[in-house]
């Protein structure tokens, strides 16, 4: 058995919404962090066995972190982020990235765009002693991770 291509993220597409209508963002995030889904589990024990009986339950939210370049302006994605954190209660944001590119034929994940909420919000810094790029983080915590084809 032949092993498949290896493919890197240097084509991902990335995309934020924050009303009705994604925006691509591809040109200001650096990095896109999926966490591990997860369900909830459970276990009970008896008097008669060693073991315990276990059970899995229903899928656990998810908290999908993203890295952006800080390039300051009304361009910049963070200006539409803090935005929607300032929101009374915060405002929806919902995530959506392609590894492989904004091509049709591809896999696209998205978080919930109606529940999708910010949840985390890391401003700007900076270091004297340091050339690093400054950047900024957010996190969108959401009932699911979606896949579809890019759209």
């Known amino acids: 058995m032949a092993l498949p291509a290896g493919m890197s993220s240097c084509a ?18 650096s990095v896109v962090e ?5 369900r909830m589990t459970g ?12 059970a899995v339950g229903k899928r656990e939210p998810l908290e999908v972190r993203a890295r952006g370049i800080w390039a300051e302006g009304t361009a910049d994605p963070f200006y539409t982020l803090y935005t929607s954190w300032t929101g009374v209660c915060g405002n929806l944001v ?4 392609s590894p492989a ?3 049709s034929t591809h896999d696209a994940f ?6 999708s909420e910010l949840v985390e919000l890391v401003f700007p810094g900076g270091d ?4 690093d790029i400054i950047t900024y983080e957010f996190v969108i915590r959401t009932p699911e991770v ?3 084809a890019w759209s």
């Open 43 to 54: 276990e009970g024990y008896v008097f008669g066995e060693d073991n315990a009986v276990t």
């Open 94 to 97: 919902a995530l959506r990235w």
């Open 128 to 131: 004297a002693a340091s050339a």
């Open 146 to 148: 979606t896949r579809a």
């Open 101 to 103: 590119g904004c091509v």
């Open 12 to 29: 991902m597409c990335v995309e934020i919404m924050t009303g009705t209508t994604w925006v691509q963002v591809l040109d200001n995030l």
């Open 110 to 115: 998205s978080t919930h765009t109606t529940q």
């Open 34 to 38: 999926p966490p591990s889904a997860t």
